[in-house]
């Protein structure tokens, strides 16, 4: 790219919605707690400039768009990115709008460059190996890019859903705010996940609920002996065990645990049912599981997570034919494109906000590691030539 000019905006503090064309050492995609956790540690490096975009309208608004009884099941000191404890409140477990000012204050406190109501169009390398980003407010070109944007971008919806009737109201996770936005009639949750566990409970309170939980769930207790889970497998090392060691390997093959067991107490006194089988089909107001068992409902809530979307990211070798990241331990294979905030990217805790800091740390070294050698490399292709020192000859 030869040498690099800024924009005034992109390294300035502080929240940016102007636009304009910008060119930087490092673009970072995304600015909710990874893509944050990763401006914290570009900011200690003097030497880089960088800028954050997103294409919310704020910061934390993920998190705020969620429905409104959700609160995290880490406790607050699991749940802060570095420099910055998440403050104390009146639960042990912040909810999603504490999250969400966290995050707010979090940007603004550490002076983050961060350009919001930026949707990224395309992602491309140009011909000195850097990086162009199409965005809609403008282009940026960039000698790293770190993408901190999550793997819950689109979601998934079995195809089933297309034989419901018209008349059955069908709501995605994303899109659920209160038990209001279903009927007061018979719900279908569709899930195996902590999502569906809870939602499911919030919805039984006002209506009949049935669980369609694929290969069922497993269930952890929220507390032990006075203390939250997550205290006992930090304490123990699970929280922070490798994504490849056995401990790790096991859970991640059972699948999400679901925290508490309000939802087993609700089955053992009948006032709701778990069927352990998949959706495959259905009809009109009736859904059909694999094993034959017919659901007639009024609603449906799908609780089945979400699909990677990178179809903007048109860099060849960055994604694997499923359009999954293609990374060791964050380091794509794309020389210059790092990723953070994957689940299991390293280790267990890779995916919440307490694990951020590890990896955004790592990420931020390999670029500050990489630009070091390009100005190595530049320094030595601009040395004058020196003719070789030549030993004085020996004398008898």
């Not at 070091?372 to 320094?379: F, S, T």
């Amino acid at each position: 790219m030869g040498d690099m000019t800024t924009d005034e905006n992109a390294v300035s503090a502080g929240t940016d919605r102007s636009v304009g064309d910008v060119c930087i050492d490092v673009l970072v995609i995304g600015a909710g707690q990874a893509g944050l956790g990763t401006g914290y540690w570009l900011g200690k490096e003097p030497g880089l400039s960088f800028l954050l975009v997103d294409g919310a309208e704020g910061v934390g608004d993920s998190w705020r768009r969620r429905w409104d009884s959700l609160q995290l099941f880490t406790p607050r000191r699991f749940s802060s990115l570095p420099g910055t404890p998440m403050p104390q409140g009146r639960s042990e477990y912040a909810n999603k709008d504490e999250i969400g000012d966290y995050l707010t204050a979090f940007a603004a406190g550490q002076g983050l460059p961060v350009r919001l109501g930026t949707r990224v169009l395309h992602v491309d390398q140009d011909s000195s190996g850097g990086f162009i980003a199409e965005t809609t407010t403008g282009s940026i070109r960039a000698r790293y890019v770190v993408i901190a944007s999550g793997p819950y971008s689109a979601p998934f919806i079995p195809a089933a859903a297309d034989g419901l009737d018209p008349s059955v109201v069908q709501l995605h996770s994303s899109a659920y705010e209160r038990p209001g936005d279903l009927p007061e009639s018979h719900v279908l949750v569709v899930g195996a996940g902590n999502s569906a566990a809870q939602l499911a409970v919030e919805l039984a309170a006002s209506r009949p609920v049935t669980v369609a939980a694929p290969g069922g769930m497993w269930f952890l207790p929220s507390r032990l002996l006075g203390l939250s889970l997550y205290w006992w497998l930090w304490i123990t090392r699970i929280l922070n065990g490798r994504s490849g060691s056995r401990v790790s390997r096991t859970v991640r093959a059972r699948g999400d645990g679901i925290i508490g067991k309000e939802l087993l107490t609700l089955v053992a006194t009948g006032r709701m049912r778990i069927i352990k089988e998949r959706v495959c089909s259905a009809n009109g107001n009736e859904v059909e599981l694999s094993d034959g068992t017919h659901v007639r409902t009024e609603a449906v809530l799908w609780c089945t997570g979400y699909q990677p979307d990178y179809s903007w990211l048109r860099v060849s070798k960055a994604l694997d034919e499923g359009g999954h990241p293609i990374h060791d331990n964050g380091r794509s294979a794309v020389p210059g494109l790092h990723w953070v905030g994957l689940p299991w990217q390293t280790r267990l805790n890779s995916g919440i906000i307490d694990g951020v800091d590890r990896d955004a740390r790592r990420a931020v070294c390999r670029v500050k590691a990489a630009h070091a050698r390009r100005g190595d490399a530049a320094a030595s292709s601009n040395r004058p030539l020196r003719n070789p020192k030549v030993p004085d000859r020996p004398t008898r």
